[in-house]
């Protein structure tokens, strides 16, 4: 291969570098699922009105919490399968990346479970609800943080597993504990947890809760947060 | 020789020590909230990137991400928990 091609080469692998560095630096525009995708005018009403809000959301996880990932459609205005009612939950689901621990995986899946709730559900509720048009909004039901991780470290090219945990936390009792009228401990008796090992349901689960404040404590080694994102508790 | 049934027992007991957490180590992870660290395994590619600076940015994270992905996961659809 003459040099000049090679050069070539190698100026066509920097600007890919470059443009794919340019596309990390935001959160990719699809972790959002558009209003007209919901399907209800009362989804679609919240989603249109409170934009704004969800994309502030996506950004401030994204830059704040960089060892947290949204996928496609991780937040919008959804519906808890398990509703009767066009009943509209602000949702997120994150997939947490953590290194795999043998003591974790020890653990049982309520005490996972426990551990996760504790972990991210109120630092994310407080996330949710930082615009007051979103907090204060009576048409929002309630909220749902779904938390996912890798159960353990795939063997032999086996396919990785999560964990799944959904949390449904009606308005009243999400307003009741941001306001400091209830505790951790009680937010995880008043939610709905539903758990998943991989694609299976583990059913409804009774989690132990309490203060865990590794969202606000923790930072990942060197990172730089991009300037223009103020990343507050 | 061993009855079967006192064999059967003993394999439990040991299937169930072997499988759940002591309370010591549930203790143990209660109080050191550090003890699994997010992203450590990710970031560990993030920091031995030879020629970059000490300075990790969200991208550095995200193509580390891409690098250690473990593969597409077995894990539960949006579907099976939330409806448009």
């Known amino acids: 291969m003459s040099g000049s091609r090679l050069g070539l080469l190698a100026g ?3 600007v890919a570098l470059i443009i794919t560095g340019a596309a990390f630096a935001a959160p990719p ?3 959002i699922l558009p209003a007209e995708m919901h399907q209800s005018d009362k989804a679609r009403t919240l989603a249109a009105k409170h934009g704004r809000a969800l994309r502030d959301l996506s950004a401030e996880i994204y830059h704040c919490l960089p060892w ?3 996928r496609k459609h991780s937040i919008g205005f959804y519906k808890p399968r398990h509703v009767q009612d066009d009943r509209r939950f602000l949702s997120i689901r994150l ?7 043998p003591q974790f995986a020890r653990l049982s899946i309520e005490q996972r479970a426990s551990a996760m709730f504790s972990r991210y559900v109120g ?5 949710m609800t930082r615009q007051p048009a979103v907090r204060n909004d009576d048409t929002i039901d309630g909220f749902t943080v779904i938390l996912e991780w890798l159960k353990q470290v795939p063997e ?10 959904a949390a449904f936390v009606d308005k009243v009792d999400g ?3 941001l306001s400091g009228q209830l505790t951790m401990r009680d937010l995880a008796t008043k939610a709905r947890v539903l758990g998943w090992d991989g694609e299976t349901s583990v059913g409804a689960l009774k989690l132990a809760a309490w203060d865990d404040d590794f969202v606000s404590t923790f930072r ?3 990172y730089q947060p991009d300037p223009t994102i103020s990343c507050r508790q | 020789m061993p009855h079967p049934v006192r064999l059967l027992l003993i394999g439990g007991a040991l299937f169930a020590a072997a499988g759940c957490a002591s309370n010591d180590e549930w203790t143990t992870w209660k109080d050191h909230r550090t003890h699994f660290a997010s992203g450590e395994h990710m970031f560990f590619s993030v920091k031995n990137r030879e020629g970059t600076s000490a300075r990790v940015s969200r991208g550095d994270i995200a193509m580390a991400r891409d690098e250690g992905w473990w593969g597409k996961p077995i894990t539960v659809s949006q579907e099976q928990i939330l409806e448009r």
Request: charge should be negative; avoid cysteine; proline fraction near 5%.
């Open chain 1, 12 to 14: 066509a692998a920097g």
């Open chain 1, 29 to 31: 525009d699809d972790r």
């Open chain 1, 68 to 70: 947290v990932e949204t």
């Open chain 1, 95 to 101: 997939y947490i990346e953590q290194e795999p621990s």
């Open chain 1, 123 to 127: 630092a994310v509720l407080k996330r």
């Open chain 1, 156 to 165: 032999g090219g086996q396919r990785p597993v999560h964990e799944t945990i």
């Open chain 1, 175 to 177: 307003e009741s504990y």
């Open chain 1, 220 to 222: 990942v080694k060197n």
